[in-house]
């Protein structure tokens, strides 16, 4: 794949939060990439057309964004890439409208996340578009490569978005609601009257988790979240809200709970996974799904990885029977063989949303060029909610740094954030302390650094 | 309590195994114990009997099994215990009739489970019998302390005995049906169209968990037993039957199902909890319910409680992330302060019950005097089903080491079965031997052994 550098999208190493409140704006025009004769040109339906293709094959491009190599924020690229891609038997051709963000993105960005091949290569899960060929529009869920305008997947990889649901509202679902779905209804069995430890409750895991709690009767649900998120996580479902940058959330949750919870969701890793062991009820579950604990700083800090590894859970089976425990490892981005177990639970949640029981939540949409601020809110944890790129052309007068829009009704909220967050985040000062250290000179102990990064190797076995 | 030893229950070191097929015989008449007016005496119903309590209470006499030390077959001894036990608020005296034997049985005689109080005590984790003051029949789940005439018990812990079941039956259903249920419905979540591999298939346990998969639909179950047992097991439902003794079960599993199980019960331990874990599918789930891999002889056998805990299994949590699996522990003597999740899982069992889907499989019953022998079948795993006590009075003519009663028309199946053994059994005399070793002069290398005890101490937290 060919590809050049687009006009240069500035990264800033300084933290930059957005300041102003961005103006909601109408829709673009479609984008210039989407034209009716190139679809057709391309339907199984209309082999005429075929004719056409040549011409087109050589002037066609596409912006894509691309990881050029771990690091920070400014290692993913926004390039255009030349020539039609080709399609396999099996295979359609996607015009992406929306893109997801996801965690494993930023573990990939930063060298955390094996399934990636390596860089150059184009990010992306999930996505959300219309097939050329047949005008579907669809969801899509990939392993990587889907943050682009065109995108070639094999068709068993799409699912016909729903009436009524937008393209950002698609391109937030698969990832966040499979995973969810998954870890409660197959590893974590929940029933009725059963309680459930969400962590990151804000986030898009988090949230798809509570709406999904909700579908069945009497579920309580623990959430963990700071203090400014509390309000929109408590209107989406959950009982009680725990700050756990001001409060120890094991106290907090014995408290209600004395006897501990029948399944905690747990995206942490490393200190926080002995935690949520201990904090199971007999015949309790502990589904684990990342280590984001492992993420401080923009790039792949050794430190964080250390610990991490350091505190890695580690559980032997006399422990499991006595405690009549049940410990899961989820990621869906090893489960891509699976795209039957895949299917049918995106069939249940698209019938749940066709029933109003579970809607994305869309924190923020952001431009292609702005991918590296998109990432920093997600990595920053400033996020309610997903995190969507759009492939809609950025207008000239829009300010790079400002997101293409957000819900109004946030922006008092996101300010009181701020000032609570500033209060409040005492113990992520420290780790960005250490990060911006990593980030200046890189030579110093060039020795110890390689040393540590054998060991993050392991870890990612 | 007081207790003195029962006339010379003979226990002989030398493997007796079953000669002659023991004749049905028709149960002797009502115990001795099973008085009416002391029925009477303790209903609360007829507080005016209670003047008869006072010489009754000196007069009382039961028989009970005591574990008088860790060790041998020969530890547990038929003790004949004196004066009538009182009730506190919510128990109830019942008068047994039959105990069902468990593994955890053998492993507290060993010393080898933490969940019973040091000797001496008495064995016996379920029963069946009567409870005196109102009559019901009843099966009764305990921590221990059923392998007796007569047990005060809560009252929560017993459940009335369905309509057409035996004695014999119901102390043989509820550990056995309580673990296979909970472990496949609550931890496996086990559903149509999945496949399970059931270790020890011919065992209590694997015999209910054989007919729960079965009622599910098209659930594949794969069994391991030896070669003689396959018949029994194949009826009852094993579509797979795998001679674990003469192959490879690895291998066996794989050229049927490549991918691997979606439910693997593991009560083996040790290294075959390894081959479990990577026998697992995505999204499987691998449950260790014991170690019986650890009971090799009639004493705790040091090296093979060594060789279990080094070969323990123990799981980090990005393999169980990135493999999409699960691990959990499960044993229902740890769980005895859940008795509504018991009771849940005891009334769908006893549902399946009355609707003809589930019913226990009687190995073979044996008088209280003949416990040694009845450990003995079970622990060599001669036992296909479950094996049971009768509190029955044993008569003179009957040889000591003879089951009370056997399946008639397994007898021809079981003289098959010990050739079979003789063959195929390489692998244990060699472990028998070293059992042998450790039974004689007990003095050499004092400080080794003590020093190895520590060893399995640990094990055991």
């Known amino acids: 794949m060919s590809g050049e550098d687009a006009p240069a999208q500035q990264q800033n190493a300084v933290d930059q ?8 704006e109408p829709k673009a025009e479609p984008p210039k990439t989407e034209s009716a004769p190139a679809a057709a040109a ?30 920070g924020y400014d290692k993913v690229k926004l390039q255009v890439k030349k020539g039609k891609p080709t399609l396999k038997a099996g295979e359609v051709l996607v015009r992406v409208k929306a893109c997801g963000l996801n965690f494993a993105d930023l573990m990939a960005r930063q060298g955390l996340y094996d399934r990636m091949p390596s860089p150059p290569v184009t990010l992306g899960m999930e996505c959300s578009g219309l097939v050329e060929a047949v005008g579907d529009k669809v969801m899509v ?16 990889h799409t699912f016909l978005i729903p009436e009524g649901m937008s393209f950002e509202e698609a391109a937030a679902l698969p990832v966040n609601y499979i995973t969810a779905y998954m870890m409660l209804f197959d590893f974590g069995n929940l029933r009725p009257n059963q309680s459930v430890l969400v962590h990151a409750a804000a986030g898009g895991v988090g949230i798809a988790a509570t709406q999904l709690c909700k579908t069945v009767k009497d579920v309580t649900v623990f959430g963990t979240a700071s203090a400014s998120k509390h309000e929109t996580i408590s209107q989406g479902g959950v009982e009680h809200p725990i700050d756990y940058r001001t409060k120890d959330y094991v106290e907090e949750v014995r408290k209600i709970s004395p006897k501990g919870m029948d399944i905690i969701l747990d995206p942490l890793g ?48 006399l422990s499991l029977i006595q405690g009549n425990k049940s410990v899961c490892g989820f990621h869906l981005g ?17 019938d749940l949303y066709k029933e109003g029981k579970v809607k994305p939540h ?6 292609m060029e702005q991918v590296g601020d998109a990432m920093r809110k997600m990595q ?10 759009t492939t809609e052309p950025m207008p000239e007068e829009e300010k790079k740094e400002e997101p293409k829009k957000e819900d109004k009704k946030d922006d008092k909220k ?48």
């Open 42 to 71: 391309e339907a199984d339906a209309t082999p005429a057309a075929a004719t056409e293709k040549v011409p087109e094959e050589e002037t066609f491009t596409y912006r894509a964004l691309v990881l050029t190599g771990h690091g």
């Open 141 to 156: 869920l990939n392993r990587f490569g889907l943050w682009q305008e065109v995108a070639v997947v094999p068709a068993s």
């Open 270 to 317: 490393g200190s926080d996974t002995h935690k949520a062991y201990n904090l199971l009820k007999p015949m309790g579950k502990l589904i684990t799904y990342g280590t984001a604990n492992m993420l401080a700083g923009q790039k792949k800090n050794l430190l964080a990885v250390a610990k991490n590894w350091y505190h890695q859970f580690s559980i032997h089976t």
């Open 380 to 389: 920053e944890r400033n996020n309610i909610g997903k995190v969507i790129l």
């Open 334 to 350: 090893y489960l891509d063989g699976e795209m039957e177990l895949i299917s049918q639970a995106m069939n249940t949640i698209l």
């Open 414 to 461: 996101k300010d009181d954030k701020k000032k609570d967050d500033k209060k409040k985040d005492d113990g992520k000062k420290e780790e960005k302390k250490d990060d911006k250290k990593k980030e200046e000179p890189k030579k110093e102990e060039p020795k110890k650094e390689e040393e540590k990064k054998e060991e993050a190797k392991k870890e990612e076995k």
């Open 362 to 367: 869309i924190d923020s949409t952001w431009h």
């Open 17 to 24: 939060k957005q300041e102003t409140k961005p103006a909601e």
